[in-house]
């Protein structure tokens, strides 16, 4: 405590009172009591905190910001964080609460509190210590979080690449990398990679072309196999897309059958009649379903290509997780991925490609469209063939599109996670959030340095992908070639060949439109297979291209002559 008051002050002798305060003060009552109290009573049960830092030497508050700021959200971080007894808990929330409400705090209630008779049991003590017990087990849980958070923002901070691009192609790789759709989908930012793939097989460089490819010739029928059963699959659900699309362009109320149903539908190509003749039989089989609801037919379809990926799995009795390169299309491999890929142990195995499946069709239908065909899978499950496709992968995948299509990606993924989660009950309220947080769990499990094998995010654009840091010179790169400048001699070129080209297009049009106009002048002379009405003709038109006078009554005249001299010599 400093006094204010300091001696030998001559007014204040003359005038025989203490000098003004620098501060006004506060009326005596028992809430003051009670906040004092309050800090004494914290600084005994914390281990001699303060409540407000104060600097030692001078007494003066080190922030203001709390003290004018009190409410009891920071009384409550401030007791549960320092303070472990309950009962100690739920008496400074009544002694250090906001003025409001500790106004009507009596200090009948305060000496009556369980804190000062600890030796007797009663219902109310232990209805005290359950509650306080309890709610600060759900602060720290919060607590928890937030520093979980803000460690997961620092460390997406100092993974962030970001760059400027003018390179359309560039642009478009960023636009609709994996990550990006899978983040416009869960509605959160990229905190994780979200390009994986699950194989059931080991991939090894360790070969001639040093190109990733399965170690022994099972796997390497596995891995064909593989490639058939993703291309069902994704045939599947791009039939199933078409006929949502048909289902929601319908009105609301209408009873379809399965025959209207597809024929309002326009497929790409002849090569879906088998689906067609599967959704017939699977809509005949569960009629009442279909009825009820058209879509059951499309995941009854989808499931029967999950269960035939879901048997591989079975088979092999072993499961890979690996995490794909975004920029390269490729997964990743070797001592500097470490510890990936994953090694799942067996009874792992289901769970995890429940949770799995719709990233890895996401990522296979972006390197679909990437590439524009399904050369793109091969150098996902087996880089070593690339550019070679199997002829089954060809058959499997006849009359699939390869595009880049945002919404079609979306509702297929949505398609096949609402089939995957409608196999387990468990699963339903599940998101597809939800399931990535469940894959970045498993990948903690084993990746205790949580860096995903080194992949750094590069943001352009408002738009992300995951890569290795060697994609990420490449993409830098790419980027300083296409600058702003180059960007704009580019764009100069471009509006050049465009005019270059209508002017092209125009000559063309008012020769084609000459043409048309001489033919149709022409038009009361017998045509002939004669060689002089060939050469006449060429004449003529060779005339006009070349702006000679042609009289066209002597045209007339001199093919109609040389008609008759064919005619007679032919005679």
């Not at 072993?318 to 009874?347: C, S």
């Not at 980027?479 to 960007?487: G, M, P, S, T, V």
Request: with cysteine.
């Amino acid at each position: 405590v400093r006094c204010h008051y300091v001696g030998g002050d001559i007014g204040n002798t003359k005038n025989g009172g203490l000098p003004q305060l620098p501060y006004k003060l506060v009326q005596a009552r028992e809430s003051v009591d009670f906040w004092c109290l309050g800090i004494l009573l914290y600084g005994l049960c914390s281990g001699g905190r303060q409540l407000f830092p104060a600097n030692l030497k001078t007494g003066h508050l080190l922030d203001h910001h709390d003290i004018v700021n009190w409410n009891m959200d920071l009384a409550r971080t401030k007791i549960f964080e320092n303070i472990d007894d309950p009962l100690a808990q739920d008496l400074l929330l009544q002694l250090l609460s906001p003025f409001e409400d500790r106004n009507n705090v009596t200090m009948a209630v305060i000496t009556s509190h369980p804190y000062f008779s600890p030796a007797i049991k009663t219902t109310r003590r232990d209805k005290i210590i359950q509650q306080r017990n309890s709610e600060c087990a759900a602060y720290i849980r919060t607590r928890m979080k937030m520093v979980a958070a803000k460690y997961e923002d620092d460390w997406l901070a100092s993974r962030t690449v970001n760059v400027n691009c003018w390179n359309f192609d560039m642009l478009k790789t960023f636009h609709f990398s994996s990550s990006e759709i899978v983040r416009k989908l869960i509605g959160q930012s990229n905190k994780m990679p979200s390009s994986f793939i699950l194989l059931p097989y080991k991939l090894s460089s360790k070969n001639k072309k040093t190109k990733l490819a399965p170690t022994t010739k099972k796997d390497v029928e596995r891995a064909e196999r593989m490639g058939v059963l993703l291309l069902r699959l994704a045939k599947a659900l791009s039939f199933g897309s078409y006929v949502e699309k048909a289902i929601e362009k319908s009105r609301s109320g209408q009873k379809l059958d399965a025959r209207s149903l597809l024929e309002s539908v326009t497929f790409p190509s002849q090569d879906y009649e088998d689906l067609k003749e599967e959704f017939y039989g699977v809509a005949a089989d569960h009629i009442e379903s279909f009825r009820s609801n058209p879509r059951s037919a499309v995941t009854k379809l989808v499931e029967r290509r999950y269960y035939g990926i879901k048997d591989i799995f079975k088979d092999a009795r072993k499961g890979f997780l690996y995490l794909v390169d975004e920029h390269m299309g490729v997964p990743l491999v070797g001592q500097g991925y470490a510890p990936y890929p994953l090694e799942l142990p067996e009874p792992a195995i289901e769970s995890t490609l429940s949770k799995i499946l719709p990233f890895m069709h996401c990522c296979s239908m972006v390197t679909r469209g990437t590439s524009g065909g399904i050369s793109g899978i091969v150098r996902l499950i087996f880089e070593a063939a690339f550019p070679h496709v199997p002829p089954s992968w060809n058959e499997s995948g006849s009359g699939l599109v390869h595009s880049l299509n945002e919404d079609n990606i979306k509702r297929e993924i949505m398609i096949l996670h609402r089939t995957i989660c409608g196999l387990n009950s468990s699963r339903e309220r599940k998101s597809l959030g939800d399931d990535l947080s469940a894959i970045g769990s498993i990948c903690s499990k084993v990746d205790i340095r949580g860096d995903f094998a080194n992949l750094h995010r590069v943001q352009c654009a408002g738009s992300s992908l995951w890569t290795t840091p060697t994609g990420v010179k490449l993409i830098q790169e790419a980027c300083n070639k296409y600058d702003f400048e180059q960007a704009i001699k580019i764009q100069a070129n471009l509006e050049t060949k465009l005019k270059t080209q209508e002017q092209l297009i125009k000559q063309l049009r008012e020769k084609v439109e000459m043409m048309a106009w001489h033919e149709e002048l022409n038009l009361n002379v017998p045509q002939t297979q004669g060689e002089g009405m060939a050469k006449s003709t060429t004449l003529e038109r060779t005339n006009v291209e070349n702006g000679d006078g042609v009289d066209l009554g002597s045209v007339a005249t001199a093919n109609s002559k040389s008609t008759s001299r064919d005619q007679i010599s032919v005679d």
